[in-house]
């Protein structure tokens, strides 16, 4: 059962333009969620989190958006760069305490071309 | 930041035999670490939380028996993986939060160890 879903396997968007990665979550008890790059073979990289409290929490570029009616939060790159490729994974747990467990989605492969 | 640092980042190892990972938090002292596995192309898995002092919690279907977890002290978890078969070959990361950080520190990963079973 996948509790975290990311449905789009891959997103190829124009550098300098915005990326918009699509995550949606089964388990009403989350409410904390995070988004983390990934390289191959390397393990993940927080971008950043937010908490159910919230609906938006902005860092540099990345902007996190969390719709907690449609169970349902995004991450939106603006300006898109070149080292942005990777794929990005979003996650989730109950509680951000230190030994709350994370649910990570399938993740989505961000391609950013010239 | 908080590193975590992950020991071997690559082994290939004979059917039947055993393999240790381990990990280290550098500057920062972790009382739970996680353990996740990768397939290609998926997601990463959680299979247990190692708990310093004590024993690690598993997550349905995986075998504690053949994924042995020891979290001495606040700075390593060891990770090992038993008598081990090709279908275990397969990407480990650990992670751990730096709980001196308060609530809310992300969760950080090492850099993984990639198994290789022959």
């Known amino acids: 059962d996948q509790q975290v879903k990311q449905n789009s396997p891959s997103l190829s968007v124009q550098e300098g333009r915005i990326s918009i990665l699509n995550c949606d979550y089964t388990?009403?008890?989350?409410?904390?969620f995070l988004w983390y790059k990934k390289y191959p073979a390397e393990g993940p990289t927080f971008l950043i989190s937010?908490?159910?409290?919230?609906d938006k929490n902005e860092d540099g570029r990345f902007t996190v958006f969390l719709n907690k009616s449609a169970k349902h939060l995004s991450l939106h790159i603006v300006p898109s760069q070149p080292g942005d490729s990777a794929v990005y994974f979003c996650?989730?747990?109950?509680?951000?305490?230190?030994?709350?467990?994370?649910?990570f989605g399938t993740g989505t492969r961000l391609q950013v071309t010239l | 930041g908080a590193v975590v640092s992950q020991h071997p980042s690559w082994v290939i190892c004979k059917s039947g035999t055993s393999v240790k990972i381990e990990c280290r938090s550098l500057?920062?002292?972790?009382?739970?670490m996680f353990w996740y596995r990768q397939f290609p192309k998926q997601s990463l898995m959680l299979m247990a939380t190692?708990?310093?002092?004590?024993?690690?919690t598993y997550e349905q279907g995986v075998e504690k028996d053949k994924f042995l977890i020891n979290h001495a002290s606040l700075t390593l978890s060891t990770l090992t993986v038993t008598s081990a078969h090709p279908e275990d070959s397969s990407f480990y990361i650990c992670?751990?939060?730096?709980w001196g950080r308060g609530l809310g520190s992300p969760l950080h990963f090492g850099n993984g160890t990639r198994l290789t079973v022959t």
């Open positions: 992670s751990a939060r730096d």
């Open positions: 388990n009403s008890m989350f409410d904390y």
């Open positions: 937010i908490s159910s409290i919230k």
């Open positions: 996650a989730a747990s109950v509680g951000p305490g230190t030994a709350s467990k994370l649910t």
């Open positions: 500057d920062f002292q972790a009382t739970t």
């Open positions: 190692s708990n310093e002092g004590s024993k690690a």
